[in-house]
């Protein structure tokens, strides 16, 4: 039976492989920021992911980012943090974005607000964060709103939200061997579909979703690896240094080096990553970030074959 | 303890401007141990910000003062005896001693000489770190000892977030660990990893600030 009945999960019940893709709001409130992107993406992906303030810098609400995206007819997937909302707020605004038309959620934890002081913007590093609940909490929240009709406290609402919920998995994370456990935890409270952290070790990824497999995880729930659309051989440095749970081989980095076109490499490195996470067991999707280069995208699906995407 | 350090100088002789006798006092209790408002850190203050008002023109005669605990009225109360010499308290105590001060002495200007950050251990010489948030809603039973609320950067109840780094330290600062990491690594030595598996639901906050002021009636120990 359908959950949410969103594109996202009729294609992934479907056995399609999935391609979601993330669109990050503006930095202000002109909504052609974001329908330019809607118009340059509109059919390469089944879902587009709207992020929620992410790394803690002010941007459009996801919740409008992902209404503008609907109406542009991209499906979108709102994220939603636990940084900045209490439960009131959070579930206020779950019944808002449900009546809005949203049917997926992404469920995090969020970027602390320090992170959001960094390059030239100040950011906000001295905001008061929330975190009343934290991401697995925030799971258990949409499933009751969905499956029981009822708030996280218990008092009931006119109508159930249906939506299709999603939570996050960063695998390679330290400690390694508790991040399959967490996945656990995130499918027993409700995931239905997880995205990865961005992976460029895809032998490291294996055994890691091998693990989830075995763990009969890769049933439960539909696995999205998060790919990141590698620029230069500087920015796959920096985000083997600097991000965690992002392991890009030394391989990797020098072969990013040593081409002429780095930018050129780093579309074909995404479309290798692509094909090598299709061919691991229980991987049903991929999830594409190309950090303010959407317009990238669509000839990486094609060149990855995963174009035309199927009608559900 | 209770940690607070000092509020930098230029504010406090910003303040204090226009006044002619003040007393800074010092409390000998958790301010101390966190070397911001002992009797040390008041007699090093005391000459320090006379000396800068001296330099912005202003002529402050300061008095100083350290009782055992500023969040006891019977030891509040020494200080009454030079109140009357005075038109100024700079309390280096925390946040409840500057008010057990000011509640005393309503007709002085008492001025926080420190700002109170945190319940706190002294873990190294000069390193403290906080322990505790005095949530109401204790969990160290089934963390292994190690507060999540606040420890972590997100107060996180159900693990680690994504922002581990490598050598299990916290995304938001490499000298601060990763308290779940820890939590992780604890429970795997003590062989009961299946304790963190369940699905904590969302805390009751209630029980501390969140829940208006907190206010502890005991009828056994009334008048």
Request: glycine content about 8%; proline content about 6%; overall charge neutral.
């Amino acid at each position: 039976m359908m959950k949410a009945g969103s594109k996202l999960e009729k294609t992934l019940r479907a056995g399609h492989f999935a391609v979601t893709v993330e669109v990050g709001p503006p930095r202000g409130p002109n909504p052609e920021d974001v329908l330019r992107k809607a118009q340059q993406l509109k059919g390469v992906a089944d879902g587009y992911n709207v992020t929620d303030n992410q790394t803690a810098v002010v941007r459009m609400s996801s919740i409008a980012g992902a209404r503008l995206l609907q109406e542009a007819g991209c499906e979108p997937i709102m994220q939603m943090t636990c940084r900045d909302r209490n439960r009131i707020a959070l579930q206020s605004d779950l019944l808002g974005a449900w009546a809005l038309g949203m049917r997926n959620c992404l469920c995090l934890s969020g970027d602390h607000q320090k992170a959001g002081a960094s390059g030239k913007l100040k950011g906000h590093p001295g905001a008061k964060n929330v975190f009343d609940v934290d991401s697995i909490q925030l799971i258990s929240i949409l499933k009751e709103m969905r499956d029981a009709g009822v708030l996280e406290s218990g008092d009931p609402i006119s109508q159930p939200t249906p939506f299709f919920i999603g939570a996050v998995w960063t695998p390679l994370a330290p400690p390694e061997e508790f991040r399959i456990l967490r996945l656990a935890k995130k499918i027993e409270a409700g995931a239905d579909f997880i995205q990865t952290q961005a992976v460029f070790d895809m032998k490291r990824f294996a055994t890691a979703v091998a693990s989830a497999h075995d763990k009969g995880l890769t049933t439960k729930a539909s696995i999205l690896v998060g790919i990141i659309v590698p620029k230069s051989a500087k920015m796959l440095e920096y985000m083997n240094a600097n991000v965690p749970g992002v392991e890009v081989p030394e391989g990797l980095i020098k072969r990013m080096a040593a081409a002429k076109d780095q930018r050129q490499e780093g579309y074909q490195i995404t479309v290798e990553l692509i094909q090598a996470a299709r061919n691991i067991p229980g991987v049903k999707g991929v999830h594409l970030q190309a950090i303010e280069s959407e317009e990238v995208l669509p000839e990486i699906i094609r060149s990855a074959g995963l174009l035309p995407r199927p009608q559900v | 303890m209770i940690i607070a350090e000092w509020k930098p100088l230029p504010e406090l002789v910003e303040i204090l401007k226009g006044h002619t006798n003040v007393l800074v006092a010092g409390c000998a209790t958790c301010v101390a141990e966190c070397a911001a408002g002992g009797e040390r850190e008041v007699e090093t203050l005391a000459p320090l910000l006379k000396m800068a008002l001296k330099n912005e023109g202003c002529t402050i005669n300061v008095l100083t003062r350290t009782v055992e605990r500023q969040c006891e009225w019977e030891f509040v109360e020494e200080l009454a005896e030079m109140t009357p010499k005075v038109d100024a308290i700079v309390s280096l105590a925390c946040g409840i001693g500057i008010q057990a001060v000011a509640e005393r002495f309503p007709d002085l200007a008492v001025y926080p000489g420190v700002n109170t950050t945190a319940l706190a251990i002294r873990q190294e010489p000069g390193l403290w770190i906080a322990r505790c948030a005095a949530c109401g809603d204790c969990v160290l039973g089934e963390t292994f000892g190690f507060c999540p609320v606040a420890r972590c950067a997100k107060s996180l109840s159900n693990g680690p977030c994504g922002g581990t780094r490598k050598e299990g330290k916290c995304e938001i600062d490499e000298n601060i660990d990763c308290v779940w990491f820890q939590i992780y690594e604890r429970a795997k030595a003590r062989g009961k990893v299946e304790q963190l598996l369940k699905v904590r639901k969302p805390r009751n906050w209630s029980n501390s600030g969140h829940g208006g002021p907190k206010r502890v009636v005991r009828e056994d120990l009334r008048p």
